[in-house]
DNA sequence: GATCGCGTTTCGGTATGCGGAACGCCGAGT
DNA sequence: ACTCGGCGTTCCGCATACCGAAACGCGATC
């Protein structure tokens, strides 16, 4: 493209690259034509419409009625990492129980490159959540499995991704951080006071397969008003405490 | 290539099919290697790496050691399938109490391109079969969405896909087929009878919204040995519709 | 019946994806 | 110690297959 500096990151295919942006904007919005996709990813309208002749070819996209939308296809091969461990799907299955138990919102959250990644989810019926990202240290969940690295690491992710204030609450400052992740190792349990949405409260405990390595961490969350000193630090986290228990259980016996 | 005949697909941008062939690769064994998928895609060393490298740098693909994994951004976009529409998220909590109550694989399944698709499940832990497609015509579910189509459509789909056997209980023959959907439309379930693998025995409703339409099919089912008269013909049936009403008030309802 | 907006197709230029081959590294074998 | 094999990575020249502009045809709308 004969440009002076090219820190920004085109290595790989190009192709692949205008694939993907098209997924990904028929992921924002269902039923979207082509002329929409080519307003919304920038490409031309003939270069939008041979990618999706492709895609609708091999089923990752379907069309109905002049509408794409996302098919069931690339369900299947996404499914393979909400699947990678057992410990996953029976974590689904205790995530489930628990919402139903407690009545709150109920989430089983994994780490990927240095981001908590919902991998399963209870709650309303709208939102799912499931594959969306966010930071580990605004997150009950996030700071469960950030206590579980050593200071090291904990300082590469604060290098790296930083520690951006979602609330007022949210934790900013290394120290602090540092000092929140030793309370946790010491309780077993982490608790978020509003650190990522306002009026947001939630608890969760580590998960651990049979032979201790992390699997994930197990969460419940849900309003403010709910969430009060007994049930915080008493209820939840022996309803947690359980549940991963009984996970690592399922894991060890069949 | 220079062939004689092209009546096979070639269409669109083959770079975009490389892509998804070694996503497809990565699917059916997780943590492979380069050269692992060189030798399962029969691409070149050199372009699997680039493709990759792509992929790893829009995280879609996670390297690990050496090995390779899909990544949760695909779920993030596979998800929009799964919740295109508001009664697939009812359909999930419903598919999890049946399986519940009566300690039977549960499941919800949706027609995309005349078969039956997974897309939720409540079962074994090892195996989810979430976005897994199945023929319309061998599964309980299945033949409770085609009992739902008229004679025509019915007709073009056994001509476009046949009747394949699974099992020696399959329906194989289209005027059987069509006496089947009758009586499924007659009784409002559908009973499969280890049609689609030995053993195997299924019940199924539909599920309608609020304004009639169909959204899918609710099952159950297990192994022939649990799956008698009363059971299969009272038992569960109206424990399917129970739940099948109740997707159907969610949705009308908050 | 004219005009707009859409999906589809054509077409020529060239960027770009491709695979063969070479490199450097590591670990195993003798 | 030296070799050898297998791996990931890089280089490179060629041809191809991807790209965007533009034109086409169709249907709806006024």
Redesign the interface.
């Known amino acids: 493209m004969g440009m002076d500096e090219g820190d920004e ?1 085109d ?3 190009s ?3 205008k ?2 942006d098209i ?2 904007a ?2 924002v919005e ?1 039923g979207v034509t082509i002329t929409d996709l080519t307003r919304r990813t920038g490409l031309s309208k003939s270069t939008v419409y ?2 999706l ?3 609708t ?4 996209v ?1 069309e109905r009625d002049g509408d794409y ?16 461990k ?1 410990g996953y ?2 974590a689904k ?1 205790k995530v ?1 129980e628990l919402g139903q138990e407690t009545d709150e919102r109920a989430i089983f959250i ?1 780490e ?2 240095g981001e908590a ?1 919902y ?1 399963h989810r ?1 709650g309303s ?4 959540m ?4 966010r930071p580990l240290h605004s997150l009950a969940s996030g700071k469960v499995i950030l206590a579980e690295w050593d200071d090291d690491r904990v300082a590469d992710f604060i290098d790296e991704k930083g520690l951006e204030a979602m609330t007022s609450n949210t934790i900013t400052d290394p120290d602090a951080l540092y000092a929140e992740l030793d309370r946790i190792r010491e309780r077993g349990y982490a608790v978020n006071n509003q650190e990522h949405m306002d009026g947001l409260c939630g608890v969760s405990v580590p998960v651990y397969t049979p032979d201790d390595e992390l699997l994930g961490a197990l969460g419940a969350f849900g309003p403010v008003s709910r969430f009060k000193d007994e049930y915080v630090h008493e209820e939840l986290p022996n309803r947690l405490w359980d549940k991963a228990g009984e996970i690592r259980v ?1 894991l060890a016996y069949g």
């Open positions: 990151t290595a790989g295919v192709t692949t690259r694939t993907f997924l990904e028929l992921k269902e041979r990618h002749t492709t895609l070819d091999m089923g990752y379907v939308y996302i098919g069931f296809r690339l369900v299947e091969i996404s499914e393979q990492a909400r699947t990678r057992t799907t029976a299955r489930f994994v990927e490159e990644v991998v209870y019926l709208s939102d799912t499931i594959g969306k990202r399922t």
